[in-house]
């Protein structure tokens, strides 16, 4: 069939069985857009900033497991996603990102709204490609589209030229590609897999260590049983979270610069570690020299560059975790430790959980002041199946640590970037993926302020995302490190005096928005909360209201930190629990 180049990408696109995108429209992709006018069967989001559409195709990806895709105009449309690529690609998350360009002749002649986006995304992104030849279109969608799902994954962007969309050729899409050089693990080396049994069998403290490449390759249900089965403690990296319930009688918690006492101290003194999709970034060992002094290390990744890159590996497996954890299952053993299980209760029991940690008890709280604790609790007991998203900073780490997540894909937070302004339009991906699920976006003060031009998509697209503001009226985490390692400085980390909220319906508070009134200004519902009363009223008025988004603007305690914390370059035993007191 004749196809032109905009009719091939729609054409890709059905047989990839997308039926969703995020984009934003501009000079050079009219083309695509004015054929995805005729196409009914793909739904186009229209977000509000490019930036926001790759965030909202890269949690669309992470809450279903299906690639994300965005399309954006050439210029600033393609600059403005470079963020959102670089999230997706630290996180491990399939997206393409179709960018246009300026028409072939012009590359190269400083044209209006060109950028060279093949050199500024090639750091961000797992592949990129530009498509100069028509005749290459299709294959390179396909290629494009493989990469992007296929072994780690990642996001892929193609720059396409405005001649090439409009460019009619007799063409179709390939049903296969085979790329040199490209390959993608499957079940690991059977000594390997052999060797890692036997050593986990063998030890006397071992700790399994799960990672967000159990989220990612969809092998939550083996790593279950194998937990399940060998009743082996278990700590998870910010990303692993969900890969087993957060209530699980096993599960130690998130470890590192904010992890549990337990799972802090659980690693530290084990003498194996079976690490599964993790990569032993810098949060999560602290000092290297100190991380793990006993610990023989069993690595298993499907990216072979993941593993030793931090620490030494014992014995490395390179495979789908699905396919090796299927392989090790029946050759693991449950062994009886009576030692190690008598030390961690005790480590359990000492810290029975992070919660008793805020910097501040309840009575301490000027004013009384709601806690991060106790809105995330209310929150989780009314919408206990809820997809999570989060922004960067304390709200995150408050989530992480007090949730109690039960499924797999269920939280969506920007891990290895930290990408302020991720959380909201995060909520949109996930909300319009997940239509029979109720999505609560956590969100800081700050953060919400990077992306909130994304409350018109919300309401646009009727969607009944929860706004949980945990409103402290600081850059919360940076106020932390002042507080605790620069003296009390608040350096431009101070938005907003929340005394000034408390103030119900009263004038312009003195730096953020009324965040209510901004509510108001989308047509969306709005509260203002501040204390436990208030914040249920709002809940429940909240689950009934399904008709779009509703911001609940929580007024906390403006300096309750998060604890325990590893200060930065410490090791993970030396946990601070509480700031000084002058
Ligand atoms: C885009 C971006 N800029 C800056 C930072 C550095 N940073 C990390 S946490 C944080 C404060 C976030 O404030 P807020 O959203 O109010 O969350 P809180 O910590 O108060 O919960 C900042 C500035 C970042 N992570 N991302
Ligand atoms: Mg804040």
């Known amino acids: 069939m004749v196809y032109t180049g905009a009719e091939m990408v729609i054409e890709c696109l ?93 590359i190269g002649n400083d044209a209006f709204q060109e950028a060279d986006v093949v050199g500024i995304t090639r750091p961000v992104t797992k592949h990129n490609y530009i498509v100069t030849d028509r005749e290459k279109l299709s294959e390179t969608l396909k290629k494009s589209f493989y990469i992007a ?14 001649d090439v969309f409009k460019q009619p050729i007799e063409d179709s899409y390939p049903s296969e590609v085979s790329i040199q050089g490209y390959s993608t693990p499957g079940k690991g080396h059977k000594g390997q897999v052999k060797r890692a049994a036997a050593a986990i069998n063998e030890a006397k403290r071992p700790i399994f260590f799960a990672g967000g490449g159990i989220n990612v390759g969809d092998s939550a249900d083996v790593f279950r049983k194998i937990v399940e089965k060998t009743e082996i403690p278990v700590v998870t990296s910010l990303m692993g979270i969900g890969a087993i319930e957060t209530e699980n009688k096993n599960n130690l918690g998130m470890i590192g610069m904010h992890g549990t006492y337990a799972g802090n101290m659980a690693i530290s003194n084990c003498d194996l570690i079976f690490g599964i999709g993790v990569r032993f970034d810098d949060r999560v060992t602290g000092d290297l020299s100190r991380f793990a002094p006993h610990a023989k290390i069993v690595h298993l990744d499907i990216d072979p560059s993941a593993i030793a890159r931090n620490v030494p590996v014992e014995i490395p497996i390179v495979g789908d975790g699905r396919l090796v954890m299927s392989e090790m299952l029946p050759l693991l ?50 919408f206990p199946d809820a997809i999570v998203t989060t922004e960067v900073g304390q709200n995150q780490m408050w989530t992480a640590l007090y949730w109690k997540f039960t499924k797999a894909r269920t939280l969506a937070t920007s891990g290895g970037l930290g990408t302020m302004g991720y959380g909201f339009p995060a909520a949109v991906g996930a909300a319009i993926a997940n239509p029979d699920k109720r999505v609560i976006a956590v969100s800081g003060d700050g953060s919400f302020q990077m992306n909130l031009q994304e409350m018109a998509t919300a309401v646009k697209n009727r969607l009944p995302i929860i706004i949980l503001i945990l409103n402290n009226g600081y850059l919360g985490m940076v106020r ?71 911001i609940i603007d929580c007024i906390i305690e403006p300096e309750a930190n998060v604890f325990p914390m590893v200060p930065s370059g410490a090791a993970l035993t030396d946990m601070v629990f509480k700031t000084e007191k002058n």
């Not at 992470?62 to 050439?74: A, E």
């Not at 000492?350 to 709280?365: L, M, R, T, V």
């Not at 101070?494 to 408390?502: A, G, I, P, R, S």
């Not at 312009?508 to 209510?516: A, E, H, L, M, V």
């Open 480 to 550: 932390q490190w002042q507080e605790m390692f620069y003296g009390k400085r608040y350096s431009s980390t101070h938005l907003n005096d929340v005394k000034v909220l408390e103030k119900q319906n009263e004038v312009s508070p003195d730096g953020s928005p009324d965040f209510i009134k901004l509510a108001d200004a989308y047509g969306a519902a709005g509260y203002r909360v501040l204390n436990i009363e208030q914040l249920k009223e709002a809940l429940e008025k909240s689950k009934n209201h399904k008709s779009g988004p509703v």
């Open 149 to 162: 799902s296929t072994g780690r994954p990642g996001p892929v962007v193609i720059d396409i030229p405005v």
């Open 14 to 106: 059905r047989k990839e069985g997308i039926d969703t995108i995020f984009g934003y429209p501009g000079g050079v992709v009219i083309p695509v857009f004015d054929t995805l006018f005729h196409a009914k069967d793909i739904n186009v989001i229209l977000t509000r900033h490019e930036q926001a559409a790759v965030h909202a195709a890269d949690a669309y990806a992470r809450t279903t497991g299906k690639t994300g895709v965005c399309l954006v105009t050439s210029g600033p449309g393609a600059t403005n996603t470079v963020t959102g690529l670089a999230t997706a690609n630290f996180d491990s998350v399939p997206l393409v990102c179709i960018t246009g360009q300026v028409a072939r002749a012009m």
């Open 333 to 382: 053993e449950k062994v009886e430790r009576p030692e190690w299980k008598k030390q961690i209760e005790e480590w359990q029991h000492e810290a029975p959980c992070c919660n008793a940690y805020e910097g501040k008890d309840k009575e301490e709280a000027s004013g009384n002041r709601l806690m991060p604790l106790e809105v995330l609790a209310e929150t989780n007991k009314l």
